[in-house]
């Protein structure tokens, strides 16, 4: 089988295009990755992403990041999630999701199974995203990389990412760089992804 790409990277393009490209392809049979980074999209077409990944039975990585997506777009994408059993990367670094996409997107993790890697980094996220993504982890046995570098998780935050990996078992890599959490907390964190990783590899 015939698998493809579809990549529009740092061409300038805004929501209109975008979405022109993704209606293109909701149907098509071999669609394995779709890379829009580096453009100028924003909620619409997050929403015409969340349509794509509810109808295409293929596309494994969606690449957004460096664009203009705020809640509603994440929030779009999170309920195509809920449901969607190919995806198994997403990259929506450098956008403006906030703390409400950020909570969105990890009630979708609470219920998807299939996704290994997103990447959350400089979206404007808080202590509140913090919390929501500690319930996945104490409960998600999929996710097995996650970067939210460069958000103001803060010290509180720290603390319930911490507790939250107390049960995990599968994550590998958990990126929490300039995210102000404590050194106690992330010295915590990664002993945990580090035994992890080593237990994964000793069974593999």
């Known amino acids: 089988k015939q698998w493809y790409q579809r ?12 979405r022109l490209i993704i209606s293109n392809l909701l ?3 071999g669609l394995k990755i779709l890379d829009l980074s580096h453009n ?15 109808v295409n ?9 460096d664009n203009q997506i705020k809640a509603e777009g994440a929030s779009a994408i999170a309920f195509a999630l809920k449901k969607n059993t190919t995806l198994e990367v997403l990259n929506l670094k450098l956008n403006r999701i906030s703390d409400e996409g950020g909570k969105n997107l990890c009630q ?6 299939t996704l290994l890697s997103i990447d959350l980094s400089s979206n404007g996220l808080g202590e509140q995203m913090a919390a929501a993504l500690a319930e996945v982890l104490s409960r ?13 998780l803060g010290v509180a935050g720290g603390r319930v990412l911490q507790e939250g990996l107390e049960e995990n078992r599968v994550l590998e890599t958990f990126d929490l760089r300039l995210t102000e959490i404590s050194q106690q ?3 915590s964190i990664m002993n945990v992804v580090k035994g992890n990783k080593e237990e994964l590899q000793s069974t593999a």
Request: overall charge positive; some cysteine.
């Open 185 to 187: 907390s992330e010295h």
């Open 140 to 152: 998600n046995t999929s996710l097995r990389h996650i970067t939210i570098s460069c958000n103001k």
């Open 108 to 113: 979708a993790l609470l219920k998807n199974t």
């Open 57 to 65: 039975k293929t596309l494994s990585e969606l690449h957004l990041s």
């Open 7 to 18: 990549r529009v990277r740092g061409c300038q393009i805004a929501d209109d295009k975008a």
């Open 27 to 29: 149907h098509h049979p």
């Open 40 to 54: 100028k999209v924003g909620d619409r077409t997050g929403r015409a992403a969340g349509k794509l990944l509810s």
